[in-house]
């Protein structure tokens, strides 16, 4: 049986389903992380282990490939993640402060670093190509090319 569409949902019927195929089944579960349940395995604690999630099919929402780019914010040199090319950024990605998907909320101007390898944002050539982001959420709010 699958996750029902509409009413309560159950975390112990969750980890049934994620573990079993089973969401009303009766089987003891444990320890339960939502971590371990989205990404397979024990890894934070869980009584059982998790098959991997196929993330090959489509629609599949959840990415968990991470490609690294070192910013300054305010002169500090900071290495933060996105879930796409760099050359594929756009309004509304989310900014990571590492590759286990945690959120960078410092928000502010990111101005890239060092300034040739960042170029693939903008149509020819940019000094100082930056991105602003949200410090609740760590979206990317623009994208942009100008020194500060």
Same mark, same amino acid.
């Not at 397979?40 to 968990?64: A, K």
């Not at 690294?68 to 594929?88: E, K, M, R």
């Given at each position: 049986?699958?996750?029902?569409?509409?009413?309560?949902?159950?975390?112990?019927?969750?980890?049934?389903?994620?573990?079993?195929?089973?969401?009303?089944?009766?089987?003891?579960?444990?320890?339960?992380?939502?971590?371990?349940?989205?990404?397979?395995?024990?890894?934070?604690?869980?009584?059982?282990?998790?098959?991997?999630?196929?993330?090959?099919?489509?629609?599949? %929402?959840?990415?968990?490939?991470? $490609?690294? =780019?070192?910013? #300054?914010?305010?002169?500090?040199?900071?290495?933060?993640?996105? !879930? +796409?090319?760099?050359?594929?950024?756009?309004?509304?990605?989310?900014?990571?402060?590492?590759?286990?998907?945690?959120?960078?909320?410092?928000?502010?101007?990111?101005?890239?670093? %060092?300034?040739?390898?960042?170029? $693939?944002? =903008?149509?020819? #050539?940019?000094?100082?190509?930056?991105?602003?982001?949200?410090? !609740? +959420?760590?979206?990317?709010?623009?994208?942009?090319?100008?020194?500060?």
């Amino acid at each position: 049986m699958a996750v029902p569409t509409s009413g309560t949902l159950s975390m112990l019927k969750l980890a049934r389903e994620a573990k079993h195929g089973d969401y009303n089944g009766t089987q003891t579960m444990g320890m339960i992380s939502l971590y371990d349940m989205i990404n397979g395995g024990n890894e934070r604690g869980s009584t059982v282990s998790y098959p991997t999630v196929n993330d090959d099919c489509l629609p599949n %929402p959840i990415d968990r490939t991470y $490609t690294s =780019f070192q910013f #300054t914010n305010s002169g500090t040199p900071l290495t933060v993640y996105v !879930t +796409t090319t760099l050359a594929l950024l756009a309004i509304g990605d989310i900014i990571y402060s590492n590759t286990s998907g945690d959120i960078y909320t410092g928000g502010g101007t990111f101005i890239q670093t %060092p300034k040739s390898s960042f170029t $693939t944002l =903008f149509t020819g #050539t940019c000094e100082c190509p930056g991105i602003l982001s949200n410090t !609740t +959420t760590g979206a990317i709010t623009g994208i942009g090319c100008g020194c500060p």
